[in-house]
């Protein structure tokens, strides 16, 4: 990624504040360290929201611009991660709002019963699992249960954010709990006494 900045200031990577400092004065180094440092976790945001590599790399550069052009309003006394996700997060659903082809299903779910999502089930999987099949899941639906459950943004949040009414967000919250149920028992049906399922959706 090529930062648009060319300042030499000197800085010290212990102190991250004097880094942020180096990064707002155009210090190309600073750019590259505070890049490097938080690129696998700007990166796991942006694959969650996205479809494809190509495109989460299109919005983890956008995200990253965004960040160094706004570094002068960061206000220190917050954890900067947090700062990072809410840019990554709301990049990727910008990002997701403009793309139309969204709007089309991943894979035919949508007549997958409504089943009640089983807590005690689900914790015997990893967050990696689930958000791996949270990906099977038509995008819509996956971007309320993210926001929601993995980014912890409220319903009206979600909605402000998705352009939909908090009505809406809480019946695709819904949806996409009962979707992520019947991927779960699709694909660890060892979970489930007496279930069985002649497709795996998942490879692992």
């Known amino acids: 990624m090529i930062l648009p900045f060319g300042n030499k200031a000197a800085f010290d990577e212990n102190d ?3 880094v942020v400092k180096a990064c707002i004065a155009g210090n190309n180094q600073a750019q590259r ?5 938080f690129f696998g976790y700007a990166k796991s945001i942006c694959l ?3 479809t494809s590599k190509e495109e989460s790399e299109e919005v983890l550069n956008e995200g990253f611009l965004k960040v160094f052009r706004n570094l002068e309003g960061y206000d ?3 954890p900067f991660k947090v700062w990072l996700r809410t840019i990554m997060v709301n990049t990727a659903i910008s990002n997701f709002r403009k793309n139309k ?3 089309e299903e991943k894979i035919a ?6 089943l009640g999502f089983e807590e005690d089930i689900v914790s015997h999987i990893t967050a990696e699992e689930i958000l791996q099949l949270i990906q099977h899941i038509k995008p819509v639906y996956k971007n309320v249960f993210l926001l929601y459950v993995v980014d912890g943004y409220n319903h009206r949040e979600v909605g402000e954010l998705l352009g939909i009414n908090e009505a809406t967000v809480r019946s695709h919250y819904v949806r996409a709990r009962a979707l992520l149920q019947h991927l779960i028992k699709q694909n660890y049906p060892h979970l489930y006494p007496g279930y069985r399922i002649g497709r795996v959706l998942v490879e692992h």
């Not at 360290?33 to 440092?37: F, S």
């Open 16 to 18: 991250f504040d004097a």
């Open 33 to 37: 360290y505070l890049y490097k440092k």
């Open 48 to 50: 969650r929201y996205t």
């Open 76 to 78: 220190n006394t917050y």
């Open 101 to 103: 082809k969204h709007s």
């Open 109 to 114: 779910l949508e007549d997958a019963p409504y």
